[in-house]
Nanobody, 119 residues
């Protein structure tokens, strides 16, 4: 069984920084893709950043130049460094991994972590 555990959310003032972590554990052959999404009560869950197993990254326009996605493959852990945070970044952030478990690729979600940016 595969589990994703997130950490690192919290309350920060505008202009501040936070780093989110997402660690995968369980029966993992390899990870095809790691990504972060965010969701507010009024909006759908939107992609923030993603990284493929080959290292290619993709960012939402709203976070380009402020957020950075990195990974520690030895620990099956992904990080989202968020700098120069803005009140509109306030949301619940979810990590999502596409994981090769033996024989099949499956999508797994973290439990979500609240990020609140005050003005």
């Amino acid at each position: 069984q595969v589990q994703l555990v997130e950490s690192g959310g919290g309350l920060v003032q505008a202009g501040g920084s936070l780093r989110l972590s997402c660690a995968a554990s369980g029966s993992i052959s390899s990870i095809n893709r790691m990504a972060w999404y965010r969701q507010t009560p009024e909006e759908q869950r939107d992609l923030v950043a993603s990284m493929t197993s080959g290292g290619s990254t993709n960012y939402a326009d709203s976070v380009k130049g402020r957020f950075t996605i990195t990974t520690d493959s030895t620990k099956n852990t992904n990080y989202l460094q968020m700098n120069n945070l803005k009140p509109e970044d306030t949301a619940v952030y979810y990590c999502n991994f596409l994981i090769n478990v033996p024989g099949v690729v499956r999508s797994y979600w973290g439990q979500g972590t609240q990020v609140t940016v005050s003005s």
